[in-house]
Structures are given as structure tokens and as C-alpha cells.
């Protein structure tokens, strides 16, 4: 049975869908006034591949990941670049999903935005003012009452004294407690409003993820997710507006993924480590960086470097090596048909072992490279059945995570990294590099060796590896 890190108990737990066959997943998204940065990435991947498994498994899975397009980062940036903030919003969707299809990651079924759903947070409101859990403020802002709801603290641990101590309360704030948060918040000279009961104003942060995630799953699911970094306060806030609105148990799973370093400290742009994917997958393919996000385990935190992107290049070109010269069918049926001939193998249990418990995608990973080596035993004893099987097999389990989206000529042909559009059109091409290694073959037939090294210390030169092997001379791009 699948068991699951529960940050709320935080305990492992088995993990039962509440309709059997059937999972609701919501995942908190991306407040869309910037490109993609590497931490956005790593909490993207993580869940990419939560959705993946569970469906694996045979769930049909409802997976919810909201966009808020309406925030006070939207707002300050529409008006630094003199433009409307649905146009900023607009073309900052579009570049997400253009950077989540670079990295392979799959859209979720649902993808709902905030404006979409201001009534319905409106009357999430209204049924929290009823319930005396929020009150509007002489300044127009109606706040949630913290010190009404008994388990405000549940999720993160904290406790409302402790947290009061440390508070600071504006001299201009209207709250009754400096813990109570906005729920809506009155309409400013120049920016974006609804009108509301409360006058004209626009919601809070919070009260979007309880208001879509209970619409689209219903008032209590089966799994929440986001970054370790939401757990406080917005996820607690979350618990208190659905459960204090609803009076049920909001969810009963919570995950939450680990933060990105870079290089051993935390990403900041006042650090200047600060990277986009954009950024990031101009020396790196997309594939090394989805490589790096899934292949630790998902709580864990990752160390961003050009060296762990390098050591995840070694570790792609390892796996796309052994799959090398294996002609590995493209229709489905043809490859399970071809991995039913191995019989009770033990590699699928033991990458389903290691994903039975709380998705240990390390463990998972180090069964594609033992894999690897059985694929390259087999080849070199010329057992080539055995080895084409295989080679499906680990193609299969590879892409329960998403990854070994390339075959394995076009991986290993690819340059060092993508090349900026004047360099590629400078680039040897394929068949240009075919050709060479095509004229070193018959100088080496002929005996003429100064020319064939001539000709592999040219290619050398612009990062193309040859090997010699029994059936002739392969080339890859380093």
C-alpha cells in the first residue's frame, strides 16, 4: 500500500482515497507576474510526478493546481510596465506553459484562475461573517478572526500565544488580533476592484485556494500540496477559512515539497543567485533539469549547481547509453507484451517498493541503473531478446517519472547544451557529422590513420565523441 509523509499528523500514513479508484489532488500554483524560477520547477516536478504514480497505480486522479492572477505582485508590475494586469497575467500563463512543456511536465486536469471565482469567495465570506469567524474593518478590509477558530496552528505547529509575542501590529492596522488575516481587501485608487458587500475591493491571497480547491473537489479531499515554504501561513490560513466556513475536515493528506539552495544557500535575488527556467535551460537541456528535481526525494532539499546539473547530464547519458542500438517499440501494447516475456523479474518491485513509500524517487532512480547494467551485460553477451526487453522495461518505469522522454540517438546527438539560434546555424548537422565519420571509416580501411585522427581531433573539437566498437563507429555529442 502507497504511504504517504502527512505534514498535518507529520506521520507516514497509508494512503486510501476516499471513493476507491478515485483521487482529488489540489496543488497550490504559480502567482503569474514573472517567469518560472527553479523553485517553482522543483514544486511543479514533485507533484507532476505524485499525479504520475497515482495514476500509475490505476487512480483516476482530479488534479487541481490554481493560477492566482490577481495579487499585489500583479498589480506592482502591470504598472511599473504601463500596462493592464490581465495582459501581464495573460502572457505570463502562456510562458508557463511553454516552460512546463519544455520539462515535460503534464498539465493538470483542472487549472482553475483566481478572478474566475471572486463570487464564490464572496460567499465563503459571507459564510464566515455568519459564523462570527469575519468581521470588516473600519478601513474597508474584512479580516478573518484567528481567535476563533480552536485549531488555528494545527498544520504548522504553532501556538497563538507564541505567535502573538512575535507580532507586530501596524499603527494604522484596524485588525482586533496582529494575527487575524484579510479576507478582502478594499479597493485602492488605480487598481483592479469587484464589488462586494463590503464595498469595492478585491480577496485575499488565502481565501482563493479554499474557495477553488472546495469547488472543483468538493469541501473535503484527498490530497493538498505546495512548497514547504506555504505551510505558514498560508495553508494554515486555508484550514482555518474551509473548516471554519464548512464545519468538516478540509483535507487528508498534506504535502509539502523542500526548498531549492543554490549552491548550498537559499535562492534570492538579493543573493543574486536567482534563476528563471528560461535562464537555467539556455546551458541545460530541460530533461537535466527535470532530471535534478525528481531524482532526490521530494521533501528533501535540492542543491542547485552546475555541478548537480552536470552530475545529472552523466546520469541521463548513462541511462540513454545501455537503451543505445535497442529498436524499443513505440506501441504500447507491443512493449508490455515485450516486458511480459521477462516473467517475475525484480526490478518492478523493487521500484514500486521504493515509490510505495512516500514517493522515494531516489530509490526508484537507482533501479534504472541497475537496469542500465543488466542492459550492457546482456548486450556484450549477445543476448539481444534480453536486452530489447529490458530495455522496454526500464523505458516503462522511467517514464512513470516522466523521464527518458528522447530516444536514445537523439539524446546522445544532442549538443553540450542548446545553442543560442546563431550558433546552430553554424552547428555541424547530423548528417554533416555522418559524413565525417563516414570518410574516418574508410581512411582507416585505407590505413590512411593521419587523416582518420585528423578528422576525430576535428570533431573532438566541437564536442562530438566517436566509439569504436564491433559493429562499427557510434558518435554522440558531449
Known sequence: MLKIHNSLTRKLEPFEPMTPGKVGMYVCGITVYDYLHIGHARMLAAFDMVYRYLRHLGHEVNYVRNITDIDDKIIRRANENGEAFTDLTARMIEAMHQDCEALGLERPVHEPRATDHIDGMIQMIQQLEAKDL??????????????????????????????????????????????????????????????????????????????????LLGRTFDIHGGGMDLKFPHHENEIAQSCGAHGERFVQMWMHNGFVEVNSEKMSKSLGNFFTVREVTQVYWPDEVHWLMVASHYRSPINYSDQELDGARACLTRLYTALRGLVLPEDGSAAKQLIASLGDEPYSARFHAAMQEDFNTAGAVS???????????????GESDGALAHGALMRQLAGVLGLLRASADEWLKRPSQPLPREAAASALSDGEVDALVA????????????????????????????????????WRRR
Open 367 to 381: 533501479v534504472l541503473f541497475d537496469l542500465a547494467r543488466e542492459i550492457n551485460r546482456l548486450k556484450d553477451a
Open 134 to 215: 469575519a468581521y470588516a474593518a473600519p478601513n474597508g478590509d474584512v479580516y478573518y478572526r484567528v481567535s476563533g477558530f480552536a485549531d488555528y496552528g494545527c498544520l504548522s505547529g504553532r501556538k497563538l500565544d507564541d505567535m502573538r509575542a512575535g507580532a507586530r501590529v501596524e499603527v494604522d492596522e484596524a485588525k482586533e488580533d496582529p494575527l487575524d488575516f484579510v479576507l478582502w481587501k478594499a479597493a485602492k485608487p488605480g487598481e483592479p476592484s469587484w464589488e462586494s458587500p463590503w464595498g469595492a475591493g478585491r480577496p485575499g491571497w488565502h481565501i482563493e485556494c479554499s474557495v477553488m480547491s472546495t469547488r
Open 439 to 474: 570518410e574516418r571509416t574508410e581512411a582507416r580501411k585505407a590505413k590512411n590513420f593521419a587523416r582518420s585522427d585528423e578528422i576525430r581531433d576535428e570533431l573532438a573539437g566541437i564536442g562530438i565523441v566517436l566509439e569504436d566498437g564491433a559493429g562499427g563507429t557510434t
